[in-house]
């Protein structure tokens, strides 16, 4: 299995309050990715980065930002979680130089009340 | 919008049956891959196919990409019980993946 760990794997939040949620891989992949599971929508990207302090947005970012100080760690955070985020997010990786296949983490259940 | 729109949504079999998904998706693609994820995991891997190959195997696993026609199948031969999860196509332009709603496929035993 690759590398990544998601941390928190549970989180239980309330309405307005910021969280943060933390993907960190050991496989020194250039891209780290945050996608969004709900049912009926299959996977949503978020944001991706594509390099140390290189983000984009994806298809869902409204309401969320990215960090990425280290290869190793990309950060998502819910400035203001609100009840629509409630949701399973994913964090990824791939590097273009070993292949096009993406490395899924085990996942972070947030619950906004 | 979703690129990739996974048919049927849900599928059961017996298990030693054959399954087979659909996945069709809208725009160029420079590959096509399949994934699984079992009940409450991350998403694995199972198989790529680039835009220029027409079909691929990988074991029990058959994949087949029509670009005229924008799809993709992914046949499941000898199914087992283990088998049972949901299934993601995910199209990838550059350095961008784009997944499908998923088809979840239950082997009864």
């Known amino acids: 299995d690759a590398g990544i760990t998601q941390s928190p794997r549970h989180k239980v939040t309330e309405t307005g309050t910021p969280v943060t949620l933390r993907c960190h891989q050991t496989?020194?992949?250039?891209?780290m990715y945050w996608y969004r599971q709900d049912p009926g929508h299959g996977l949503r990207l978020i944001h991706y980065?594509?390099?140390?302090?290189?983000?984009d947005k994806g298809e869902v970012s409204d309401g969320y930002s990215v960090s990425r100080s280290k290869t190793e760690d990309f950060l998502l955070t819910l400035e203001s979680a609100t009840s629509s985020q409630t949701s399973v997010y994913f964090c990824?990786?791939?590097?273009?130089?070993?292949?096009?296949?993406?490395?899924f983490g085990p996942g972070t259940r947030l619950t906004v009340l | 919008s979703q690129q990739g729109e996974e048919d049927p949504q849900a599928l059961s079999i017996q298990e030693g049956e054959n399954a087979t998904m659909n996945c069709s998706y809208k725009?160029?693609?420079?590959?096509l891959q399949w994934y699984r994820q079992n009940s409450g995991r991350g998403l694995v891997h199972l198989i790529l196919i680039r835009s220029n190959e027409r079909e691929k195997h990988s074991g029990r696993l058959r994949v087949t990409l029509d670009t005229s026609k924008k799809s993709s199948s992914l046949l499941i031969t000898a199914s087992r019980a283990a088998d049972t999860a949901s299934y993601f196509c995910a199209t990838s332009g550059t350095y961008k993946y784009i997944f499908g709603t998923g088809t979840r496929l239950k082997v009864l035993a």
């Open positions: 990824a990786i791939s590097d273009p130089t070993v292949g096009d296949t993406q490395y």
């Open positions: 725009t160029s693609i420079n590959n």
């Open positions: 980065s594509y390099g140390v302090k290189d983000t």
């Open positions: 496989e020194n992949h250039r891209y």
